[in-house]
């Protein structure tokens, strides 16, 4: 144990010599440097100044700096300043690594987005690239851009682009070099430099000097992020569809449609190095600036050689792009409203989604809509528009504007619209009168009877295509003097007759029963939104039943398709999608219906509307517009008028698959000549019959012979029909009545009674006047008295004589009116009949006396009062 414990002893006494010998040395070490460096400051001058001036002579500074202290010392301040570097390059990262999280590069993808919003008809048809007011860009997949272009970009703006990681470092250190002297940077950035700042700091790109160094770290920053994130296929790609081309141009694929009109995936190596040569600088480089001109050849060459050199393309292909005259190949510059198809619409459409997507979502672009429009049936509007303005029609009839609008009544979708006479006519051609204000005279009238013919309360009076509504002078109750158009009264018609005729005081009465705001009520729901809501309109009376308020045509039409839906209201519709620039759907059409009138009433209007016969005694047979050839539909006309002479003149024309509304009249609301609604029925025939023989036929959505259904309730009354809630025994009585066969009115005491016959009536209590409005099958007026037939009317005379042996000889002579019919028999002898006065011979057996019956009549039903007749024959 002692011995273990001398040899730990005789160990540590080792150790502690080690350490002393060591300290010694070190000790030894020091205070000979001490010793050296005393000399060293006692050799020196002693005056501050020389001390200084000897110290900083370059041999002694050169002998420091190589000796072995120097080196040392060198080594410590470069590790000192790289230490330094270090923390103060990753400060700065971090600090402006703050402010950059909200930037998000890894959305650098989502932000290079089409700008273009792109509007479609229903079957994919290209309406409109609505590029905006400002700079604008289309982006395209990598596939559909040329590879000489993605060459030409790397070739003249970032040759090592596939070697660095974002960031030349040399190139940072030249830009700092050139913002610090106000230079410009001139190819200091790489691509994903330039992306970034084009996407992220496009504001602040015009910063120099000392101001764009901040610019130029956060650059630097995103730039690593970004290739980080995205490989260099892609970043090129983004670069290309993100870069401006001049004007308001950014992205390849919009500089190549318009300067070359072509997709960028099919530009050619000229093309592709004069299009890499502008974004450097795009206001210079603009293929629409002329003094521009040499300059842009001369960096397009430039191109080419560094692609040349850089190995994309041989020198021959550089050789014989320089010698393409290129420049030739400039399409003209446009508006951004060129090959705007259905003008009208599309700007309607847009200022819709302006109002539900918001004005900034629009303005951004990038959407693409597809749209309800038909452009096959717009194109059939267009040309029917251009041939009645073309005609003499317009400046006989005074008129100078137009619209049209169609509307698919399954849907409430729009076809078509034109609201214009010409959207690039002059002055107002860009006005859409399709939404505008105007009067719809008569063709509100289905509506105000709509209402009329809807179940009262209360046990009221129901009413039918058959009741009866008087035309008759109702100023007192109306306010002011009311005509019709023809400035008479026809008595007592059914509603039937009133409403085909278009006469203004029956639907005024229709109005009065049913109560002006529940009548406007219906209007309303059943389509009209706007009627009577403009302004003063609102306050408009009874005049309001014949078109006194004004209402947009788009919704006019749609009411007319709420009659074809049998009562079912959908408003109309003009978008059936749209997708952002992401392809996210952010607005979709759904069906949105719902029933504001028993389907039993729109059948009654659309019996009435389509009965050529009815409105005959107005338009007569087979009028044009209201008969459509091989089309069956239901019509409306409408004309407002200012003073005596018409204003706006409608003709609204239904088949089960559509409802078309066309208006006429001056844009600037002059009178026309006293034209009426029936002139623009060849208009509406030029565009029905196509739409429906060559478009829907054919697509298999409707068919000839197509019509609505009759449904349950309907009551059919001496071929009227009346709603199921209507009751015959409360609302009329009937009954027979003596008529004048000639007259056609209520027979007399003088009326003969040949011409007399017995008619079914029907007696109503007029609402309105309050007394009985009796009605007669078969036209016949009982409101009348027979005015033909006069106590004291000369009537037919007859006189008959034996001549010779076997001979009578009978004269027929006529009294006020002229002979129709004779008839002659000769008891147990001839018989004769004619349809003259005059002289007829009948020849008899012999001698003899006889009894001959003649019977006269003339035109009025007067007959002869001697109708039987003895005559004595021979001796």
């Known amino acids: 144990m002692i011995r273990k414990r001398s040899s730990r002893l005789a160990?540590?006494?080792?150790?502690?010599?080690?350490?002393?010998?060591?300290?010694?040395?070190?000790k030894a070490k020091n205070d000979a440097r001490s010793r050296k460096k005393a000399e060293y400051l006692a050799s020196l001058p002693k005056n501050p100044i020389a001390r200084t001036a000897h110290r900083m002579h370059p041999k002694r500074v050169a002998k420091y700096w190589t000796s072995r202290e120097g080196v040392m010392m060198g080594l410590k301040i470069l590790g000192v300043a790289i230490l330094f570097g270090v923390l103060a390059t990753g400060a700065v990262f971090a600090y402006y690594r703050k402010e950059l999280d909200a930037i998000r590069p890894s959305e650098l993808s989502k932000r290079v987005s089409t700008t273009v919003t792109k509007y479609y008809d229903r079957n994919n048809v290209l309406l409109w690239e609505d590029k905006g007011a400002g700079n604008y860009r289309?982006?395209?997949?990598s596939k559909d851009i040329s590879p000489y272009m993605r060459e030409a970009t790397i070739a003249i703006e970032d040759k090592d682009f596939y070697k660095h990681g974002g960031v030349s470092f040399s190139g940072i250190a030249r830009a700092t070099y050139n913002n610090f002297s106000g230079g410009?940077?001139?190819?200091?950035?790489?691509?994903t430099q330039q992306l970034v700042k084009q996407v992220f700091f496009a504001d602040e790109a015009q910063q120099r000097g000392v101001a764009g160094i901040p610019r130029k770290f956060k650059e630097a920053i995103l730039a690593v992020e970004v290739e980080r994130m995205y490989n260099k296929d892609q970043i090129i790609n983004l670069y290309l569809n993100e870069s401006p081309y001049g004007g308001r141009r950014n992205g390849v694929e919009s500089a190549s449609q318009t300067y070359f009109a072509k997709s960028a995936k099919d530009l050619t190596l000229p093309e592709a190095a004069l299009l890499a040569s502008i974004p450097q600088q795009p206001g210079l480089y603009d293929p629409y600036n002329v003094a521009g001109h040499e300059s842009l050849l001369k960096r397009q060459k430039l191109v080419l050689d560094n692609m040349a050199e850089q190995g994309y393309i041989t020198e021959k292909q550089a050789s014989d792009a320089k010698k393409v005259a290129v420049l030739d190949e400039i399409k003209p510059e446009t508006d951004q409203y060129a090959n705007l198809r259905a003008p009208h619409f599309i700007q309607y459409v847009r200022s819709q989604l302006e109002k539900e997507l918001g004005k900034a979502t629009v303005g951004k672009g990038g959407l693409t809509v597809k749209t309800t429009l038909d452009y096959r049936v717009q194109e059939k509007v267009e040309g029917a528009m251009k041939t009645l303005f073309s005609s003499s029609l317009p400046r006989s009839a005074n008129f100078d504007n137009g619209s049209v609008?169609?509307?698919?009544?399954?849907?409430?979708?729009?076809?078509?619209?034109?609201?214009?006479?010409?959207?690039?006519?002059?002055?107002?051609?860009?006005?859409?009168a399709s939404?505008?204000?105007?009067?719809?005279?008569?063709?509100?009238?289905?509506?105000?009877?709509?209402?009329?013919?809807?179940?009262?309360?209360?046990?009221?009076?129901n009413y039918g295509t058959g009741s009866i509504l008087k035309d008759e002078p109702i100023d007192q109750i109306y306010g002011a003097k009311l005509e019709n158009f023809d400035h008479k009264y026809m008595g007592n018609m059914t509603i039937r007759s009133a409403l085909a005729q278009s006469r203004n005081i029956p639907a005024v009465k229709a109005m009065y029963i049913t109560g002006r705001d529940e009548t406007l009520k219906t209007i309303r729901d059943m389509g009209d939104k706007s009627y009577c809501m403009d302004g003063v309109d609102?306050?408009?009376?009874?005049?309001?039943a014949i078109g006194g308020c004004g209402l947009k045509q788009i919704e006019h039409a749609d009411t007319f398709a709420t009659l074809a839906r049998g009562g079912i209201y959908i408003p109309p519709a003009t978008v059936l999608e749209v997708k952002n620039a992401q392809g996210d759907v952010v607005k979709k059409w759904k069906e949105n219906s719902k029933r504001v009138i028993d389907a039993q009433v729109p059948f009654l209007l659309q019996s009435i509307l389509s009965d050529d016969n009815a409105r005959a005694p107005s338009f007569?047979?087979?009028?044009?517009?209201?008969?459509?050839?091989?089309?069956?539909?239901?019509?409306?006309?409408?004309?407002?008028?200012?003073?005596?002479?018409?204003?706006?003149?409608?003709?609204?024309?239904?088949s089960p698959k559509v409802s078309m509304s066309i208006w006429v009249g001056n844009h600037d609301t002059r009178p026309m000549s006293n034209a009426l609604s029936s002139i623009v029925g060849p208009t509406v025939n030029r565009i029905m019959g196509p739409i429906h023989t060559e478009i829907f036929a054919k697509d298999g959505t409707w068919k000839s012979g197509d019509w609505f259904t009759q449904p349950a309730g309907i009551q059919n009354i001496k071929g009227e029909f009346y709603p199921s809630w209507y009751n015959q025994k409360q609302a009329s009585t009937s009954s027979q009545l003596a008529f004048d066969k000639v007259s056609k009115k209520k027979a007399t005491s003088c009326t003969p009674e040949g011409a007399k016959v017995n008619i079914n009536v029907t007696t109503m209590l007029d609402p309105v006047t309050k007394k009985n409005a009796v009605m007669a099958e078969g036209g016949y007026d009982a409101s009348a008295d027979d005015d033909v037939h006069i106590c004291g009317d000369a009537q037919p005379t007859v006189v008959a004589t034996g001549q010779g042996t076997n001979k009578i000889h009978v004269e027929v002579a006529p009294g006020k009116h002229p002979i129709q019919s004779v008839s002659i028999t000769v008891t147990n002898g001839p018989t004769t009949s004619g349809s003259a006065a005059g002289g007829y011979d009948l020849t008899v057996a012999g001698p003899g006396v006889y009894e001959v019956s003649v019977t006269a009549t003339d035109s009025a039903f007067y007959t002869n009062t001697n109708p039987k007749i003895t005559v004595t024959v021979g001796p």
């Open 405 to 432: 609008v169609i509307i698919d009544n399954k849907t409430g979708q729009v076809l078509a619209m034109q609201g214009s006479r010409d959207y690039n006519h002059p002055g107002y051609g860009q006005d859409n």
């Open 435 to 461: 939404i505008s204000y105007i009067q719809p005279g008569s063709s509100i009238k289905p509506f105000v009877y709509s209402a009329l013919f809807k179940q009262k309360p209360n046990g009221q009076q």
């Open 184 to 191: 410009s940077t001139q190819g200091g950035s790489t691509l």
């Open 620 to 654: 007569g047979r087979g009028a044009s517009g209201l008969n459509v050839p091989g089309v069956k539909t239901f019509t409306k006309t409408g004309t407002s008028n200012l003073g005596t002479k018409s204003k706006d003149l409608w003709m609204n024309s239904v």
């Open 138 to 141: 289309l982006v395209v997949p």
């Open 11 to 26: 160990s540590a006494g080792k150790k502690l010599s080690v350490y002393s010998n060591l300290s010694s040395k070190r």
């Open 538 to 544: 609102k306050q408009v009376g009874l005049a309001s």
